[in-house]
């Protein structure tokens, strides 16, 4: 069993910037970032494969959000830039075992507790 630990959410105001780590118990190969907003599903916001790494952004973070990690440490982040008050939301990090990027929650088999993010207008 794989245990995922994130850390660095919090409130920042319009136009800032935050970065959220995850780092997880066990090995991995392809991890995720999803986030759910109030009264909304949860969403994919960025996923990375070890092996290549391979990226995915959702449209509405791309050129502001970058995600990255360190194989060794089976750690991933995402460093968001250009907040904006529709990014609040419960950021959730998901790992699974297997090579390519994986883009639904029902392929994840592995998540984090959650971390807030507020953005303020």
């Known amino acids: 069993q794989v245990q995922l630990v994130e850390s660095g959410g919090g409130l920042v105001q319009a136009g800032g910037s935050l970065r959220l780590s995850c780092t997880a118990s066990?090995?991995?190969?392809?991890m995720g970032w999803f986030r759910q907003a109030p009264r909304k599903e949860r969403e994919l916001v960025s996923t990375?494969?070890?092996?290549?790494?391979?990226?995915y952004y959702a449209d509405s973070v791309k050129g502001r959000f970058t995600i990255s990690g360190d194989n060794a440490k089976n750690t991933v982040y995402l460093q968001m830039n250009s907040l904006k008050p529709e990014d609040t939301a419960v950021y959730y990090c998901?790992?699974?075992?297997?090579?390519?990027?994986?883009?639904?929650?029902?392929?994840?088999?592995?998540w984090g507790q959650g971390t807030q993010v507020t953005v303020s207008s």
């Open positions: 066990g090995r991995t190969f392809s």
């Open positions: 990375i494969r070890w092996v290549g790494g391979s990226t």
């Open positions: 998901a790992a699974r075992l297997g090579g390519r990027l994986y883009y639904n929650t029902r392929d994840y088999d592995y």
